[in-house]
């Protein structure tokens, strides 16, 4: 078990523009996560994949943001045009299939928006 | 819409000094209710799992417990290392997946 991997660590970007950020979950795991942190908030759930298909999407992902998971292995979450309001920490995690799962968290990936 | 509200916002301890953070919750039908540790710039990591009012677990200085409306974790004899931001999040009764509604946290730092 190597744990849920994230990259970049950090990204600095300018406004405008489109960054790309990895996950890849641990490897039994189907279910995977992405959620966003701003400072001094809890995790806010954007996304979630069931293997490759993505089941549920929260309101807050404006047509800006995309994720994928190809071949229900690693994911990648893209945001396009890219806004100050956009700066966050992006958390990937995964879960096992199976009612009541935990969550396993990776490090995440600190974005800021210049 | 499910709610979770943390109290306090933020602790200060001193080492030794046991005290409890609170989760209340508003869910429709709780299927769990977990509480996670978060250190600066990482990731949450897993602490407890809780299903049903009553029960209670326990991981060394930390208990957590769970009423119908709340939660509580309780830490005792706290030490510096336990200095971190405490996360309670509560899992729903969703068509899919394992989907956590987290609230803000509470912020714990313990001197020496």
């Known amino acids: 078990d190597t744990g849920v991997s994230q990259n970049p660590r950090h990204k600095i970007t300018k406004r405008g523009q489109n960054v790309t950020f990895r996950c890849d979950p641990i490897s039994e795991h189907n279910r995977l996560y992405w959620y966003r942190q701003t400072l001094g908030q809890g995790p806010e759930f954007l996304t979630y994949f069931q293997n490759e298909a993505q089941l549920e999407k929260s309101r807050l992902l404006s047509d800006r943001f995309s994720a994928e998971r190809p071949k229900g292995s690693f994911s990648t979450l893209e945001i396009q045009r890219t806004e100050q309001g956009d700066s966050a920490m992006y958390l990937c995690a995964s879960s096992p299939a199976g009612v009541n799962e935990k969550l396993f968290f990776g490090s995440g990936t600190q974005l800021s928006v210049l | 819409e499910d709610q979770v509200t943390q109290s306090p916002e933020a602790l200060r301890l001193q080492e030794g000094e046991s005290s409890s953070l609170n989760c209340s919750y508003t869910v429709s039908g709780l299927r769990g209710l977990f509480w996670y540790r978060q250190d600066p710039g990482k990731g949450p990591e897993f602490l407890f799992t809780l299903y049903s009012a009553g029960e209670e677990k326990e991981k060394e200085r930390l208990k957590a417990t769970l009423t119908k409306k709340e939660s509580f974790l309780h830490i005792t004899a706290p030490k510096p290392e336990d200095s971190a931001t405490y996360l309670c999040?509560?899992?729903?009764?969703?068509?899919?997946?394992?989907?956590?509604?987290f609230g803000a946290g509470t912020i714990l730092r313990v001197k020496s």
């Open positions: 999040a509560v899992q729903d009764k969703p068509l899919y997946g394992n989907k956590l509604v």
